[in-house]
Nanobody
Framework: QVLLVESGGGLVQAGGSLSLSCAASRRTFSGYAMGWFRQAPGKEREFVAV????????YYADSVKGRFTISRDNAKNTVSLQMNSLKPEDTAVYYC???????????????WGQGTQVTVSS
């Protein structure tokens, strides 16, 4: 039984910050890369960020690089996404996901959360 649950979404003004969290119901993060994806209305789901199982390596989409920070706490089975300098184009449903291998391709991810809405107002 694998369950990922995102939290922390909400409404924020442009230029503001928001922190998302993802918690696993089991110790499913061990050995897995953890990623964040997002999907805006009418658009395809897109990669946002990924972190290696140890937390030592990260990679970001160009659209968020320098503004977003992904982190994880394996002892707590959580992964977070700190979002700063938010823009209206960041508005989307954000999903956390787990993959057995380092990847920015969504089909490499085995487990997905239900998503949390982030809305950035102008």
């Amino acid at each position: 039984q694998v369950l990922l649950v995102e939290s922390g979404g909400g409404l924020v003004q442009a230029g503001g910050s928001l922190s998302l969290s993802c918690a696993a119901s089991r110790r499913t993060f061990s050995g897995y890369a953890m990623g964040w994806f997002r999907q805006a209305p009418g658009k395809e789901r897109e990669f946002v960020a990924v972190i290696s199982w140890s937390g030592a390596r990260t990679y970001y989409a160009d659209s968020v690089k320098g503004r977003f920070t992904i982190s994880r706490d394996n002892a707590k089975n959580t992964v977070s996404l700190q979002m700063n300098s938010l823009k209206p184009e960041d508005t989307a449903v954000y999903y956390c996901a787990a993959a057995p291998r380092w990847s920015d391709y969504e089909h490499e991810y085995d487990y997905w959360g239900q998503g949390t809405q982030v809305t950035v107002s102008s």
